[in-house]
């Protein structure tokens, strides 16, 4: 299996530096340690696997499920009237706080699509035409009603700093199956809208948990992955020739040093400079059809989110293990007539496509899709910030899951008449990672990692449950 | 048998009870308890099951848990060996499992008569008998040595020795100079010498600070939402000062906490107050205050928790500590020290102190003089402007016109134009009667008149604009920094249901300490943040230096003595060695918590000399050092990384303090910040050659080359970084710019020396690393050198290109081909994993 790195000798290795790709030649003996087809800590599944990875669609600033997925005429009916404060004592705001409280019904119009007659609003045409393969939930709610808080808990389970984001604990459990590009991979498109809100690297952050878990950011302009490029001037074959030097000189290191870092440094060495060839290579759209482009909707290296959306489809045939996608750009304050539409054409098109595309190759069986924002918002309007819009909301929103065993054509839980809460199968973030880690193969409240004394989990403390109703 | 497996077994045979021993709690049964059983039979009365809790003997024997001296008759002992679901334990939903050899240790300590130990690191900590305070150190690893029958290693040479000092104290490389003359030295006191030599320098405190700014979380930004700036660098400098004044950490300790309530409370106190100051805010519209407010206070225990006391607290924000017997109560009355702090508890922080020198002050005083001089020459001509602001509403009056918009007024910017408002705040005012108007209303008639007519008082209005401005160029340049003050009204800290902010149904609580460590009475009042920073290192305290020097041991060794060095509770680790971190403790605390003193008892010591070299019985014996026959390698922090390239480099700026630097980044990188999108500049002076520690600390998108290297975001109290190995740092070392030019100056620095090729190749790898390259290596490194030249020589364009990274042009005279192949050579001379390590 692995040899003991000890006692390979320096004079086994230096015959091979001197064939050419002396470098590579290296992996085989060393054994590979680092990104590329790593074998996670959860060697033996404790469930069976029907998910092999997840694309994570975040929509940044908390889309309105009210436009969207939660149809409410009741709250049509009671546009402009006061939100009857039977709801909404004692609760938690963010911006409307101390502000009266007035109703805002539904802006888009709502129809059924496919066989079971998923309520979609006319704003997801394209999203419409795969009903059959989404299972909406309604009842999905969080804890935190501040943007920043609230995608710290979606990501990583609690509002603390410094925990592994679930990306991380994916990797972290399965490892992943991609050879030379990383296993947790994000990609953030921003709409063409106002001011979006900010996101942090927290968000993808590996917390306590090793640093080679964490997301790395594909990027559309400039290195694709940071320091990716090498500087001007230096060719392929010249950075190939110093960092076959720098490995040869560490491994005459190691035959001196007690020190198993030199061997796992010349492995990362090797694999940058293969990353180096193999991200662009994944970034090169060029060779994706012409049909392919058109069903996305999108041109080769817009940084759009459809082009993302098909960078992740690559990355899911490449391997990596956890996709996610940033679309910024959705807190609707005000402009929610004006700006939702924009949003909703800019991704509606592209996640049918997504699926679409997953379908015709035969992935769409064993990936996870997940479509969501950080919190929902308000069936009250907000006024103070121009035209109207709604506030952040905790305690109701929609998202929609497909693939992987996810059961499609599904309309889950439900809100009360007015959409303030979700009030029929109440989900949490919580499940959600339950379920999501179920799909996987895991069980997640075994799952955990020893940090500050407890056994930490993605899903915390508090008893959290798969949502067992959407799976098939 | 697998050779890892052999090691797992030998390791545990390290640390737990061999056969003949009797079992002893602390090191055999509390892990084991602890890890298995308090969570549902500890602290937390409210998550307690069957209400048994094993933590307190006397509380299991009430529950009849055990009969001491029986294991047969013990229920602890038989529920182990049960298989059914309902009646095992630990039971199968707790996914806990014992092993055989942990199920036969419980039944063995029963059967001795289940004896208790209080935990280790509340007793307070004694000193063992040692030979001398100097031998100290190495007669209790000795003592462990010899009973494990492990060897320990030599001294390592010379040139090593150098190197490890210079890492571990400074931070920088020594030069081969500096090495040559300390291994050609043979006085006996050499080493001592340099260990004396190294602790006077200035960059010690820079080294010491690294450590400490993780700990107390400072970054330069708030790290929510906005991650917006806040001035708290001065607060850098002054840990950097605190060490290389060798302040004893007592009143380290003091000024932090509490430097404002000091009775000698001075700038100095007050800027190390800023402690405080250093958590997580945010400016998100729509937060809340309350919330806030307690997401404040509990960063804030954490934070203590951490730094001081090595107790983990988080989780009793919501219940008692499973583990510990901290309380939740206990949280909120930790909490409720910080209560008095004067803070928003959302939006802007101030600007913070201004800290100007004497100079500065008077200047800034008459400066602000020439302003109110400016001022009243304004109002002396004011009774014209009365007349000329009367004769003017006399003829808006008489043509009947409403008030004119004031100048610039675009509808546009109606809500942002000052002078939109200002006409709107006028036109009310002007239909009351000149006599009936409050002052403040003759104010905003007189400014909304001038700001119609721009010729009114002009020399007047110009000469007090200039003296403001420069009133305030002059002010803005002042170094401020975020202090405590107290606040007039003291928060009101309840405990929280849950740790739910909404629910106030909890109880009123005043602050306290933690009722379960030693501690003195406050008769009568409620103590403050200086009888807790008084508290902090109160020799009654049993934690804080142990904690300290737990960590300042891992400084010098890679790994601490207690492993978890954010962590001395129940699931911390007994440390293999407990008897020497307790004589370091107590050290500390008899020399009056002189920092310096215990550096150089621990680097002068034999077990630090040590070669980092293993010997195969040593790592069969104890693969991970815990006993410490040999030193150990590891690879440098994120800042000494670029310090020691940009050392080697000859490009490092070695001035101490300042504000923070921005060396290059990546275009974009931070594209994602808002509340302002801010566009990042980099330095373009000697700013750019900074050492790492003064690198720019943005919480959410912490500089990318420093988190390859696991610097932590600071967003929580960091007691023990990772240290990783991942590709990134490859791309880092390769193709980051400061790296790049680094590589650059290095060539140049090679190409001044005078030599043939194989002497300068050899000058080079001297410079990094103080030894000579071996025939191989010189070797590899001509190759590279050959190799460049040639493809240069062909492709001169391509070597321009690479000489312009970085803002230093290269010597006019350079030619550019021999340049960029010796760029080449520099560049894998700094990629080395012997550059990178100290060992």
């Known amino acids: 299996m692995f040899p003991d790195l000890r006692q390979i000798h320096r004079r086994s290795f230096i015959g091979n530096t001197s064939r050419g790709l002396g470098a590579v030649a290296l992996a085989s003996l060393l054994g590979r340690t680092g990104l590329e087809a790593a074998p996670g800590v959860l060697s033996k599944l404790p469930l069976p696997q029907k998910a092999k990875r997840v694309i994570w669609l975040t929509m940044a600033g908390g889309p309105s499920q009210l436009e969207l997925f939660d149809h409410k005429p009741k709250l049509a009916e009671m546009d402009g009237k006061g939100m009857p404060e039977s709801f909404t004592t004692g609760q938690q705001l963010a911006q409307l706080q101390g502000q009266k409280l007035i109703c805002q019904g539904p802006q888009f119009k709502f129809s059924k699509h496919g066989k079971n007659g998923t309520e979609l609003s006319e704003l997801l045409p394209h999203l419409g035409s795969v009903a059959d393969d989404i299972c909406v939930i309604r009842s999905m709610t969080t804890d935190a009603i501040n943007h920043d808080p609230a995608h710290m808990f979606m990501n990583t389970g609690s509002q603390i700093a410094g925990r592994p984001s679930m990306g991380s604990w994916v990797t972290y459990g399965l490892g992943s199956e991609a050879e030379d590009l990383p296993g947790f991979v994000v990609l953030v498109s921003t709409g063409k809208g106002r001011s979006p809100q900010p996101i942090a690297a927290r968000q993808w952050s590996s917390g306590f948990l090793p640093s080679k878990h964490q997301g790395v950011q594909l990027r559309s302009k400039g290195d694709p992955v940071l320091y990716l490029n090498n500087p001007p001037g230096i060719s392929r074959a010249s950075q190939q020739g110093d960092v076959e030097a720098i490995n040869s000189l560490n491994q005459v290191r190691a035959g001196e040093v007690s020190d198993t870092e030199v061997a796992t440094r010349i492995a990362q060495y090797e694999m940058a400079f293969r990353m180096q060839a193999s991200v662009p290579g994944l970034m090169d759209v060029t060779g994706e059809s012409a049909k392919t482009l058109e069903l996305y909707g999108c041109q080769p290296g817009d940084g759009s989110f459809a082009s993302n959306c098909i960078l992740a489809r690559r990355l899911a045939e490449r391997g990596s293990r956890f996709i996610q996608l940033y679309h910024r750009d959705w807190d609707h304050h005000s402009l929610l007539k004006e700006e939702l539409p924009l949003r909703a054409k800019e991704v509606d098109r592209a996640c049918m496509a997504l699926i679409t595309d997953l379908k015709q190759r035969g992935m769409f069986e064993d990936t996870l899709i997940v479509w969501s924002g950080e919190f929902g918002r308000t069936p009250m309007k907000q006024g103070d910030k121009g035209p109207v819009g709604r506030d952040h909301h905790n305690k109701a929103m929609s998202m929609w899951l497909a693939g992987a065993g996810v059961k499609g054509g599904l309309t889950h839980g439900a809100t009360d008449e007015l959409g303030y809460a979700a009030m029929d199968k109440v989900c949490t973030v919580h499940d959600l990672h339950a379920t999501m880690l179920h799909q996987l193969g895991i069980k997640h409240d075994a799952f955990t990692i020893k940090f500050q004394g407890l056994d930490a989990k993605l899903t915390g403390v508090e008893p959290s449950k798969v949502i067992r109703e959407i799976l098939s | ?839």
């Open chain 2, 1 to 839: 048998m697998s050779a890892r497996f052999a090691l797992v077994t030998l390791c545990l045979a390290v640390s737990s009870a061999s056969a003949a021993d009797p079992v002893e709690f602390n090191r055999d049964i509390r892990p084991i308890l602890s890890d298995n059983c308090f969570y549902c039979h500890g602290n937390d009365a409210s998550h307690r099951k069957a209400k048994l809790r094993l933590d307190i003997r006397e509380e299991a024997l009430k529950k009849e848990a055990f009969v001491p001296g029986k294991a047969d008759a013990s229920e602890l002992v038989k529920r182990l060996f049960l298989t059914d679901p309902d009646e095992m334990m630990p039971p199968p939903d707790s996914h806990k499992k014992l092993t055989p050899e942990q199920k036969e240790l419980l039944k063995r300590w029963v059967a001795e008569g289940a004896k208790y130990q209080n935990h280790w690191s509340y007793e307070a900590p004694s000193k063992a008998a040692v030979p001398s305070t100097e031998k100290a150190i190495d007669s209790l690893i000795a003592a462990r040595l010899k009973t494990k029958g492990v060897a320990p290693s030599a001294e390592a040479d010379r040139r090593t020795l150098a190197r490890r000092l210079h890492s571990d104290l400074l931070g920088l490389p020594p030069t081969p100079e500096e090495v040559d003359a300390f291994v050609k030295d043979t006085s006996p006191d050499a080493y001592a010498q340099l260990v004396d030599r190294l602790l006077a320098s200035p960059h010690y405190g820079e080294r010491m600070a690294t450590a400490w700014l993780d700990v107390v979380r400072f970054a330069d930004t708030i790290g929510y939402h906005s991650d917006a700036p806040r001035n708290v660098w001065p607060y850098r400098d002054y840990v950097i000062r605190s060490f290389n004044q060798n302040k004893p950490f007592d009143r380290f300790t003091l000024e932090q906490v509490a430097g404002d309530l000091l009775p000698d409370s001075d700038q100095e106190a007050k800027i190390g107050s800023g402690f405080n100051r250093l958590l997580l805010t945010t400016e998100e519209g729509g937060a809340q205050a309350k919330d806030y407010q307690q997401r404040m206070l509990n960063d804030r225990v954490r934070a203590v928790g951490a730094a001081w006391l090595g107790q983990t607290t988080g989780c009793a924000q919501c219940h008692d500590h499973k583990f510990d017997p901290f309380t939740q109560r206990d949280f909120f009355t930790l909490g409720a020290f910080f209560a008095d702090i004067n803070e928003p508890d959302i939006g802007r922080r101030e600007e913070g102190m201004l800290l100007s020198t004497p100079d500065e002050a008077k200047r800034l005083t008459e400066l602000a003089g020439e302003v109110a001089k400016a001022k009243k020459a304004l109002d002396v001509a004011t009774p014209s402007l009365a007349e000329a602001i009367a004769a003017w509403e006399q003829e808006l009056a008489e043509e009947g016109k409403p008030a004119p918009a004031a100048k610039k007024t675009k509808a546009k910017a109606k809500r942002k134009d000052p002078d939109a408002k200002l006409a709107a705040q006028a036109t009310p005012i002007l239909k009351k009667p000149a006599a009936k108007r409050s002052a403040a209303e003759k104010t905003i008639i007189r400014d909304y008149y001038l700001s119609l007519h721009p010729e009114a008082l002009k020399a007047e209005r110009e000469a007090l604009a200039q003296a403001q401005k420069t009133h305030d160029t002059f002010r803005a340049a002042i170094p401020k920094s975020l202090v405590t003050t107290k606040a007039a009204v003291v928060r009101t800290v309840r405990i929280l249901p849950r740790g739910n902010w909404m629910d106030e149904s909890g109880e009123v609580v005043k602050a306290a300490l933690p009722h379960y460590l030693p501690q003195p009475k406050f008769e009568g009042r409620v103590p403050d943040r200086l009888d807790l920073a008084k508290w902090l290192v109160a020799r009654e305290n049993p934690l804080t230096a142990r904690v300290v020097m737990n960590r300042l041991w891992a400084q010098f060794f890679g790994t601490a003595l207690s492993k978890n060095p954010g962590d001395l509770g129940a699931q911390g680790e007994l440390p293999p060695n407990q008897a020497l971190l307790d004589w370091l403790a107590v050290e500390f605390v008899d020399a009056k918590w002189d920092m310096k003193h215990m550096v150089r008892l621990i680097v002068t010591s034999e077990a630090y000399r040590r070669s980092s070299v293993a010997t195969p019985a040593q790592t069969a014996a104890d693969p991970y050092n815990r006993e410490l026959a040999r030193q150990s390698p590891y690879r440098l922090d994120a800042e000494l990384v670029r310090d020691n390239a940009l050392a080697i480099a000859g490009l490092l700026a070695p001035k101490i303090g300042g504000p923070s630097v921005k060396p290059y980044q990546p275009d974009r990188y931070w594209e994602n910040l808002n509340f302002p999108v801010r566009e990042y500049m980099a330095d373009k002076d000697e700013s750019q050659y900074r050492r790492g520690l003064y690198v720019w600390w943005q919480r959410s998108f912490l500089h990318p080359s420093m988190l390859a290297f696991d610097a932590p975001s600071r967003e929580e109290s960091c007691t023990d970084r990772t240290r990783s190995n991942i590709p990134q740092q490859a791309l880092v070392m390769l193709n980051d710019p400061t790296y790049v030019e680094a590589s650059r100056a290095f060539a140049v620095r090679t190409l001044a020396e005078k030599g043939d090729d194989d002497h300068r190749l050899t000058w080079a790898w001297r410079r990094a690393l103080q030894r000579d390259p071996d025939a191989k290596e010189l070797g590899t490194l001509r190759k590279v050198l050959t190799e460049r030249r040639a493809a240069y020589k062909a492709d001169p364009a391509a070597a321009k290109e690479l000489l312009k990274v970085g803002l230093t042009p290269p010597p006019a005279q350079a030619d550019p081909s021999e340049l960029a192949a010796w760029t080449h050579v520099t560049r894998v001379v700094l990629n080395l994993h012997e550059t990178l390590t100290r060992d």
